[in-house]
C-alpha cells in the first residue's frame, strides 16, 4: 500500500461533520455543528440571486471583487477605528478555514514553533504540522478560559513564530477583555511573533459586550493576521466567505497561499455580503439580541433540566459541565448515548484537545428557532437519568 500523508492519514473525520452525519443517520435535532436553522437574510439572498442573474459570474479577482474588499474595510473601519487599505491588506477567501489555513502556511515553516490554546479548533493542528510547524499547546481552564502570564511565559520563546488565537472563543463561548489581549500582544512583541487571528464569531456576542480585534492592540497592526467570516456574520454558513486583514507584507504572502488553495470564490455571494456589510450597525446589534434570547431559552430549558450550564458570551453555543451531574460517562460517551437515545446531537469539548482533554464539557447550538429548542428540551427531559 502507498504510504500516505502522514499528518492528514490517520485523522478521525471532523467531529462536526461526523455529528452531523449522526444526526441524518439517527433523525435527531442538530445540535451539534453550528449553523442556524432558519434560511438567513432575505434582503442579502436576493442581492446574491440578483448578482447571479444579472451580475458577472466568471472568475472575479483572485483577491475577492472590489466591492467587497472595499466592504471590509470601510465595515472594520467604522466598527474598530481600522484603517486598512482595500487593495494591499484585504483578500477573500472561500471561508474561514480557508482563510486560517493560507495564514498559517504564508507564516509557518519547518521548526518553527507556533503557540496554540486548548480547546482548539480543529483545523488548526494538522495545517500548522503540515506547514512543518510545531505546535506548543497551552490549557485555557474552565469556567473562565482566560490567558495569563505564567503561561504564555512558559511556552513563549526565541523560536515561537506564531500564535494562533480564536475570540471570541468557540467551544468556550468567551470574549476576550482588553487586558487579555493586551498581554498577548506584548508577549508577541516581544518575541517578534505573528498574531493568527480567528475573529470569525466577532459580530455574535451578547449582553452589550465589545469584540477588540488583536490587530487594533498598540504594537499589533503590522504583525496580526485577522481572520473573519460573513458565514458566521450574515448566519449563512455555507456560503463559505471568508476575509483575511493583515499589512502588505503578510497579505502579500497569504495571497500566494490562496492562489493555490482555492484561487478564488462565487462573486455572486461576494457582492451580496459586500451589500450585507454595509447595513447600519442596528442590523448587527438586532442579530444579537435575537441569538441572546435563544441562547437564554435553551439556557433556561437546560438548568430546568438539571444541566449546569456555563455563560455563554458570544458564539452560537452554550457548554454545560456534566462533572455534578455523577453520569459517570465521558462528554464523548454522553454524546453518542443521547444522539442515538434521545435524537439530539451535541459536540463532546473534548474534540477541541489534542492532550490533557477537559472530559465533562459538552458544547450545544441554539442558533435554531423556538420550536427547535424546545423539542431539543422535551426530548432531553431525562436525558441525565441514565436508562
Ligand atoms: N465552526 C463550526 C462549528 O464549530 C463547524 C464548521 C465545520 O464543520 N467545518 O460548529
Not at 467604522?78 to 494591499?88: A, E, I, Q, S
Not at 503540515?130 to 520563546?157: C, V
Not at 513564530?161 to 508577549?187: G, I, M, S, T
Not at 511573533?193 to 459586550?209: K, L, Q, T
Request: hydrophobic share 40%.
Amino acid at each position: 500500500m502507498t504510504s500516505m500523508n502522514k499528518v492528514f492519514a490517520d485523522l478521525p473525520v471532523t467531529i462536526f461533520e461526523a455529528m452531523s452525519q449522526a444526526a441524518r443517520d439517527n433523525n435527531a435535532i442538530n445540535l451539534g455543528q453550528g449553523f442556524p436553522d432558519d434560511p438567513g437574510p432575505e434582503d442579502i439572498r436576493k442581492a446574491a440571486a440578483d448578482a447571479s442573474l444579472n451580475g458577472y459570474n466568471q472568475y472575479p479577482s483572485m483577491m475577492g471583487i472590489p466591492e467587497l474588499r472595499q466592504a471590509i474595510a470601510a465595515h472594520y473601519g467604522r466598527w474598530h477605528g481600522l484603517n486598512l487599505d482595500p487593495m494591499t491588506e484585504v483578500m477573500v477567501t472561500s471561508g474561514g478555514t480557508e482563510a486560517l489555513t493560507a495564514a498559517i502556511l504564508a507564516v509557518v515553516e519547518p521548526g518553527d514553533e507556533v503557540i496554540v490554546f486548548q480547546p482548539v479548533y480543529d483545523s488548526y493542528l494538522p495545517i500548522i504540522r503540515q506547514a512543518g510547524g510545531i505546535p506548543r499547546l497551552l490549557r485555557l481552564e474552565p469556567p473562565d478560559w482566560r490567558l495569563n502570564e505564567e503561561m504564555l511565559r512558559s511556552a513563549f520563546n526565541h523560536k515561537t513564530k506564531a500564535v494562533l488565537f480564536n475570540n471570541p472563543l468557540n467551544p468556550a463561548a468567551v470574549v476576550y477583555p482588553r487586558e487579555d489581549l493586551e498581554l498577548l500582544a506584548r508577549f508577541c512583541q516581544e518575541f517578534d511573533s505573528v498574531a493568527i487571528c480567528d475573529e470569525v464569531w466577532e459580530h455574535v456576542i451578547f449582553d452589550g459586550r465589545e469584540h477588540i480585534p488583536l490587530i487594533t492592540i498598540p504594537g499589533m497592526r503590522d504583525r496580526t493576521i485577522k481572520v473573519g467570516s460573513a458565514g458566521k456574520i450574515f448566519s449563512l454558513t455555507g456560503w463559505k466567505i471568508g476575509f483575511v486583514c493583515a499589512a502588505p507584507p503578510l497579505l502579500r504572502v497569504a495571497a500566494k497561499v490562496h492562489q493555490f488553495l482555492t484561487f478564488t470564490t462565487a462573486p455572486n455571494l461576494q457582492a451580496a455580503v459586500a451589500y450585507g456589510l454595509n447595513k447600519p450597525a442596528e442590523y448587527f446589534y438586532d442579530m444579537r439580541t435575537e441569538l441572546a434570547r435563544s441562547r437564554d431559552r435553551l439556557t433556561k430549558g437546560l438548568e430546568s433540566l438539571g444541566f449546569p450550564v456555563l455563560k455563554s458570551q458570544g458564539t452560537y453555543f452554550l457548554t454545560v459541565d456534566l462533572s455534578p451531574l455523577g453520569l459517570n460517562e465521558t462528554d464523548q460517551a454522553f454524546c453518542w448515548r443521547i444522539v442515538s437515545d434521545y435524537k439530539v446531537a451535541a459536540i463532546p469539548v473534548s474534540a477541541f484537545y489534542e492532550k490533557d482533554a477537559v472530559t465533562s464539557v459538552v458544547r450545544f447550538c441554539f442558533s435554531k428557532r423556538d420550536a427547535t429548542l424546545d423539542t431539543a428540551l422535551e426530548r432531553l427531559s431525562d436525558a441525565i437519568h441514565r436508562r
